[in-house]
């Protein structure tokens, strides 16, 4: 609605509160290995999330070997495509309960895949921590095994909503979903949020995939002063389409939008024009939090420029394995499943993606996570206003 690198960087920037992965843990896995799943969109139009949630994984897990591995073990990322595809999205979960040395998964992107595959992790009791599905179902299942590393659209939605009303003084806004579990839930909660400060003047649905918004933009009503895009890349498309037949209105949009490569590029400088956009980001810029712009130059030597959620990705293939090497310390061995969600639930982690460190709470959401505001400067995002609870 994408990496790899040194060891030192890592022995720096990792932290985990109150346990310290070190050298006392090195010798319970020695010599054996450990898997982990990554799964989400290889293809698709979602590609562009899931292949840099793979790469930051990935970056995470080199480090981790380079630095000794996850208590003796070496660690190797099985990555498998969903498809943005909730069935497919099931069989691949099916794919890594059936592997015995998976020991937790990282993924999915999509909602609705999340929301599909929740009850298979939970069946085979294997921990899965997505780094951005935000639909707040995902967490709402009830299921032991789910965790979020970034926040739920019941607080995005609605956190948007107020920054709009109360600080741009927007007060009729026009709302379009991508007719999807993320821009469906992503819209209702903008237009609860909106409807204390505004009106609603319409709401309207397109399909993912669609590229030609002409007659769609012909049909929006002259009286609406933002418009509020819930969905993913057919928002370049509906705001270049806005700008082409002279619509000044402010462009809003939440993270589905937060991705330089499928948004500014593919809006071609329509996002700077008229009134501009406010775009929603999942967690703060890099080089905000401390380890971030480290992080940054290694993933970006290695894979090119960061578009939106590797540093949220990253921490959670290191929680992940933080998790596993602590289960492992406790069980002076190798973990069981129950063992790593176990671990997972009481860890607190000191990342790179959010200011505060990893926290759960009882749904598996993370405690830390917060929500930001930008415009488009050019070819990049500036993130411009913090937004509360």
């Given at each position: 609605m994408t990496g790899r690198r040194g060891a030192l960087p890592l022995l720096v920037s990792l932290l985990v509160l109150p346990v310290a992965v070190a050298?006392?843990?090195?010798?319970?896995?020695?010599?054996?290995?450990?898997?982990?799943?990554?799964?989400g969109p290889m293809t698709t139009t979602s590609a562009g999330f899931g292949v840099e949630m793979k790469q930051a994984v990935e970056l995470a897990v080199d480090e981790r070997n380079d630095a000794g591995g996850v208590a003796g073990a070496r660690v190797t990322a099985v990555t498998v495509d969903d498809k943005a595809d909730a069935e497919t999205g099931k069989a691949v979960a099916k794919g890594f309960c059936d592997d015995p040395a998976i020991l937790g998964v990282v993924g999915h992107v999509n909602s609705g895949v999340a929301i599909a595959t929740g009850k298979v992790y939970a069946e085979c009791g294997l921990a899965v921590i997505t780094p951005m599905a935000s639909n707040p179902k995902v967490t709402e299942s009830g299921f032991a095994t789910i965790f979020r590393l970034t926040n739920r659209d019941d607080r995005k939605g609605p956190g948007l909503a107020r920054y709009l009303t109360q600080k741009m003084g927007k007060t009729r806004a026009l709302v379009v979903d991508d007719g999807t579990p993320y821009g469906v839930g992503l819209a209702d909660q903008?237009?609860?949020?909106?409807?204390?400060g505004g009106t609603v003047v319409a709401?309207?649905?397109?399909?993912?995939?669609?590229?030609?918004?002409?007659?769609?933009?012909?049909?929006?009503?002259?009286?609406?002063?933002?418009?509020?895009?819930?969905?993913?890349?057919?928002?370049?498309?509906?705001?270049?389409?806005m700008r082409a037949q002279g619509r000044t209105q402010l462009f809003a949009c939440g993270d589905g939008c937060w991705d330089t490569k499928a948004f500014i590029q593919a809006a071609e400088g329509a996002a700077t024009q008229a009134e501009g956009v406010r775009i929603l980001s999942a967690a703060p810029a890099i080089g905000t939090v401390p380890g971030s712009s480290e992080f940054g130059a290694r993933y970006t030597a290695k894979y090119g420029p960061i578009n939106n959620y590797a540093a949220s990705s990253y921490d959670s293939g290191r929680v992940l394995m933080a998790a596993i090497?602590?289960?492992?310390?406790?069980?002076?061995?190798?973990?069981?499943?129950?063992d790593v969600v176990a671990a997972l639930r009481k860890l607190t982690f000191q990342g790179i993606a959010y200011a505060k460190p990893v926290q759960w709470t009882e749904?598996?959401?993370n405690k830390s996570a917060v929500i930001f505001v930008n415009v488009v400067e050019g070819d990049h995002f500036k993130q411009i206003d913090q937004i509360g609870e």
């Amino acid at each position: 609605m994408t990496g790899r690198r040194g060891a030192l960087p890592l022995l720096v920037s990792l932290l985990v509160l109150p346990v310290a992965v070190a050298a006392p843990a090195a010798a319970q896995l020695g010599g054996r290995d450990v898997k982990i799943g990554i799964g989400g969109p290889m293809t698709t139009t979602s590609a562009g999330f899931g292949v840099e949630m793979k790469q930051a994984v990935e970056l995470a897990v080199d480090e981790r070997n380079d630095a000794g591995g996850v208590a003796g073990a070496r660690v190797t990322a099985v990555t498998v495509d969903d498809k943005a595809d909730a069935e497919t999205g099931k069989a691949v979960a099916k794919g890594f309960c059936d592997d015995p040395a998976i020991l937790g998964v990282v993924g999915h992107v999509n909602s609705g895949v999340a929301i599909a595959t929740g009850k298979v992790y939970a069946e085979c009791g294997l921990a899965v921590i997505t780094p951005m599905a935000s639909n707040p179902k995902v967490t709402e299942s009830g299921f032991a095994t789910i965790f979020r590393l970034t926040n739920r659209d019941d607080r995005k939605g609605p956190g948007l909503a107020r920054y709009l009303t109360q600080k741009m003084g927007k007060t009729r806004a026009l709302v379009v979903d991508d007719g999807t579990p993320y821009g469906v839930g992503l819209a209702d909660q903008f237009v609860a949020g909106f409807g204390t400060g505004g009106t609603v003047v319409a709401r309207k649905s397109v399909q993912v995939g669609e590229k030609d918004f002409s007659d769609f933009v012909k049909s929006f009503p002259a009286d609406f002063d933002v418009l509020f895009f819930a969905g993913i890349r057919e928002g370049a498309l509906i705001l270049k389409e806005m700008r082409a037949q002279g619509r000044t209105q402010l462009f809003a949009c939440g993270d589905g939008c937060w991705d330089t490569k499928a948004f500014i590029q593919a809006a071609e400088g329509a996002a700077t024009q008229a009134e501009g956009v406010r775009i929603l980001s999942a967690a703060p810029a890099i080089g905000t939090v401390p380890g971030s712009s480290e992080f940054g130059a290694r993933y970006t030597a290695k894979y090119g420029p960061i578009n939106n959620y590797a540093a949220s990705s990253y921490d959670s293939g290191r929680v992940l394995m933080a998790a596993i090497a602590e289960a492992a310390k406790d069980k002076q061995g190798l973990p069981t499943r129950a063992d790593v969600v176990a671990a997972l639930r009481k860890l607190t982690f000191q990342g790179i993606a959010y200011a505060k460190p990893v926290q759960w709470t009882e749904k598996g959401d993370n405690k830390s996570a917060v929500i930001f505001v930008n415009v488009v400067e050019g070819d990049h995002f500036k993130q411009i206003d913090q937004i509360g609870e």
